[in-house]
Each structure stands twice: as structure tokens, then as C-alpha cells.
């Protein structure tokens, strides 16, 4: 993976202590259940301290993260006025295409800030040919099964982005199993909701900023993330910060060559009974020195069939801990999150 060494600050793992732990995919593979299982019981200790996590041993290949690394800063690199031709259209909501005019994702946690130093390029799987007609979207289809926006250049733009989607999905296929191992359910509890996921894979490019930012300005402001997990590639130059729980501050985010950061967000939370923490997190404006560097990070965010009925999961309620939340379908609440950012 990139990591910009000449600019990217030095964040030594120990920096942020077990609250956001290193752990290791690989024993996952070993076909060890044993193996398997301490994994997932690391994963749950994460979850329920911090909803961070930074995880090594993926299996994916870095060759194609420099591939996407290096078509993304591209792509944001093009003139306006050619960006300008493939805007996600105003009834889209931000979900295919470009998304350059300026943002407020502080707006869904009821947070007013200065707009987001950030321009968005957002894709589906739900946007390629044929592929929402088997997703259960019913009458929504016509806001899901949108066709992406792929512009004209670079000319490899949409075939490394779709080998990059491919590897995420199944990562993140895996990873709900872990999830579910560590939850104490079935390995394959989550897998027919997951199945036809809508999950959107989003590039943020954060520019270069020549000017002083308003004092509630950020390139991305506090927030959490709607789904059940975020797989998080972020080159090296830093910036990503998280609430530390246990002092209501911020800390930063480990920034480690061959990494992903991993978190979840409101709906698995939602399904855990809030046993596991979805974490309020942003991206911060750097220090003077570092503005002039931009900023790509590329974040899956990995959500359930658009019909999954989300209801706490059995392991995690009792009758000292009854169900926090009415069951609610996956996409009834992206629909209202979605609405929240895009036009709150």
C-alpha cells in the first residue's frame, strides 16, 4: 500500500495503547478453528471498547491498492470544468458520481459545522447492469439501482475499481462472520443479510487548503457511519481521528503501511443492542506545514440487503438488558440517514 513516507507523520502503534488494536487476519486462513475464534474474541473486545479496529494480514493483493490509490488521485486531479460533466445528479443524493458541492456529514448526528473540506466519488454494486434487479430493493429501485457514473479518464478508472470492489466485498463478508463468531452466534448468522448488500464504495479527496479554516471546520467533520462496517484504505498522511471513550477526547488513528482501518457503525451497533460502539470520528485540517499535502482515503462502506430486518441479535439482550431499539429493515434506515446529510 502507498504511504507517502515523506510526508506521512510517524504514528507508532503503542500511541493509541489497545484502544485501537492491531490484529492480525491471517490464522483466520489456517483452517484452525481455535485460531478462528481467538481472532473473533479479539474483534468483539474491540468492538465493545473503541468500534476501531486497524487489521493486517487481509490477503489483498497491495499491488491493486496502489493500482486504485494512484486512478483515484488522478481522477481528482482533472480540471472543474471536466469534473463538472459526470456530478452526481441533485435526485441522486450523493450516491453515484461525483459529489463536489459542499457537505455537512456532521448534519446527521444533529452537529452544525462549517462545510467539509472534501470532494466525494461515490460507486455500487447496485449501479452496474442487471445487478439491482435481483436485490429486493422494490419500490426504492429507482433511488438504489441508479447506474454509476464513470467518467472517460483515466481510461482504467472503472475496471480497478470494480476488481477493488470485488476484494472488499468478500473481505468484508468474512469479517461479519468473525463478527458473528464473536458475537457467540453461528458463524454464518449474518450471511442472508448480507447477500444482495448495497454497500456504496466512496473515494474522499481532502485538497490542499490555502487558507485558514473556520475554527469548526474540518476535511471531514465528527460522525459515525450508518452501516455494519467500514473498511478503511487511507494513504500516509494522517489526519483520521477518533473519540477515545474513556476521556471523551480525540486520538488518532494508527496510520500503518499494508493496513485497513475497520469500524463499525450505527446499525451493527443497532443490532448488538449497543453492546458493540459505533464511534463518532473526522478528519481533521492539518497544522499549517502539512495543508498544502491532499488527502485520499477510500472507505467501503459495507451495509445489508436493502431488506434485512435488523433486531437484536439473541446474544446480546436478557432480561436485565431488554432490546433498546424497534427492529428496523437496512434500508429503510440508510433511506433516512441518506436524507439526513444530503439534504438536512
Not at 470532494?119 to 429501485?141: C, I, K, Y
Not at 476484494?167 to 457467540?184: H, P, Q
Not at 471513550?245 to 446499525?267: E, K, Q, S
Request: charged letters at 25%; glycine letters at 8%.
Amino acid at each position: 500500500m502507498r504511504t507517502d513516507a515523506a510526508t506521512a507523520p510517524e504514528t507508532p502503534v503503542g500511541a493509541s495503547g489497545a484502544y485501537i488494536p492491531v490484529i492480525d487476519l491471517a490464522p483466520t486462513r489456517t483452517g484452525d478453528p481455535d485460531a478462528r475464534a481467538a481472532v473473533a474474541a479479539d474483534i468483539d473486545r474491540a468492538c465493545r471498547e473503541s468500534g476501531f479496529l486497524v487489521v493486517t494480514g487481509h490477503d489483498v493483493d497491495p499491488e491493486l491498492v496502489q493500482r486504485l490509490h494512484d486512478v483515484t488521485l488522478e481522477l481528482f486531479r482533472q480540471p472543474d470544468d471536466w469534473k463538472q460533466r459526470w456530478d452526481c445528479a441533485p435526485d441522486t443524493l450523493g450516491l453515484r458520481g461525483f459529489y463536489r458541492v459542499p457537505s455537512y456529514v456532521s448534519a446527521g448526528e444533529d452537529v452544525a459545522t462549517a462545510p467539509d473540506v472534501c470532494e466525494l466519488f461515490t460507486m455500487s454494486r447496485l449501479g452496474e447492469p442487471g445487478v439491482a434487479d435481483g436485490a429486493g430493493l422494490g419500490d426504492a429501485a429507482d433511488r438504489y439501482g441508479i447506474p454509476n457514473i464513470w467518467p472517460d479518464r483515466p481510461a482504467e478508472l472503472r475496471a480497478v475499481w470494480l476488481e477493488y470492489y470485488g476484494v472488499m466485498e468478500a473481505l468484508a463478508a468474512d469479517l461479519m462472520r468473525l463478527f458473528a463468531l464473536g458475537l457467540g452466534l453461528d458463524e454464518g448468522t449474518f450471511d442472508e443479510a448480507i447477500d444482495q448488500h448495497i454497500t456504496n464504495l466512496t473515494a474522499n479527496y481532502y485538497p490542499a487548503v490555502d487558507h485558514e479554516p473556520l475554527p469548526d471546520q474540518y476535511r471531514k467533520g465528527p460522525h459515525s457511519d450508518w452501516g455494519t462496517l467500514t473498511i478503511l484504505y487511507q494513504d500516509g498522511t494522517g489526519g483520521l481521528e477518533v473519540v477515545d471513550r474513556r476521556t471523551g477526547g480525540w486520538i488518532d488513528v494508527p496510520v500503518i503501511p499494508g493496513t485497513f482501518v475497520v469500524n463499525i457503525g450505527d446499525l451493527m451497533a443497532r443490532w448488538t443492542n449497543d453492546h458493540w460502539n459505533s464511534t463518532k470520528h473526522r478528519v481533521r485540517v492539518p497544522s499549517a506545514e502539512l495543508r498544502s499535502t491532499p488527502r485520499v482515503s477510500i472507505p467501503f462502506f459495507h451495509h445489508p440487503n436493502y431488506d434485512a430486518l435488523v433486531e437484536c441479535l439473541p446474544s446480546c439482550t436478557s432480561a436485565d438488558d431488554p432490546p433498546k431499539y424497534p427492529p428496523v429493515t437496512a434500508g429503510a434506515y440508510l433511506d433516512d440517514r441518506v436524507r439526513a446529510v444530503y439534504t438536512g
